[in-house]
């Protein structure tokens, strides 16, 4: 196994790790602030692993999902910020 397997392999590891506390938090987030920003680290995080698949293959045809995927993320995550209702007004509390 040469030096370079052993970086890839410890990426995916670290990526998979990652992965698994993000869905975690996705899952059981206390508000939705909470689960736009792992959803938001899932397209990050999506991305990481291609761009380490196309180092590992050599193969830059993946480049441009990378792009895109990138440009997807941060579009969706501006628009639903900027339309996101606060968790209070879903429960029915008022402030005082």
């Given at each position: 196994?040469?030096?370079m397997?052993?970086?890839y392999?410890?990426c995916?590891?670290?990526?998979v790790?990652?992965?698994?506390v993000?869905?975690?938090?996705?899952?059981?987030?206390?508000?939705?602030?909470?689960?736009?920003?792992?959803?938001?680290m899932?397209?990050a995080?999506?991305?990481?692993g291609l761009?380490?698949?196309?180092?590992?293959?050599?193969?830059?045809?993946?480049?441009?999902?990378?792009?895109?995927?990138?440009?997807?993320?941060?579009?969706?995550?501006?628009a639903v910020?900027?339309?996101?209702?606060?968790?209070?007004r879903?429960?029915?509390?008022?402030?005082?």
């Amino acid at each position: 196994m040469t030096l370079m397997n052993v970086v890839y392999l410890v990426c995916a590891i670290m990526l998979v790790t990652a992965s698994l506390v993000t869905t975690y938090r996705l899952v059981a987030g206390p508000n939705s602030l909470d689960r736009l920003v792992a959803v938001d680290m899932l397209v990050a995080l999506s991305l990481c692993g291609l761009a380490v698949w196309a180092a590992y293959s050599r193969d830059t045809t993946v480049v441009s999902a990378v792009v895109a995927l990138a440009l997807l993320g941060f579009i969706g995550s501006i628009a639903v910020t900027r339309y996101r209702v606060p968790d209070d007004r879903l429960t029915g509390e008022a402030d005082s």
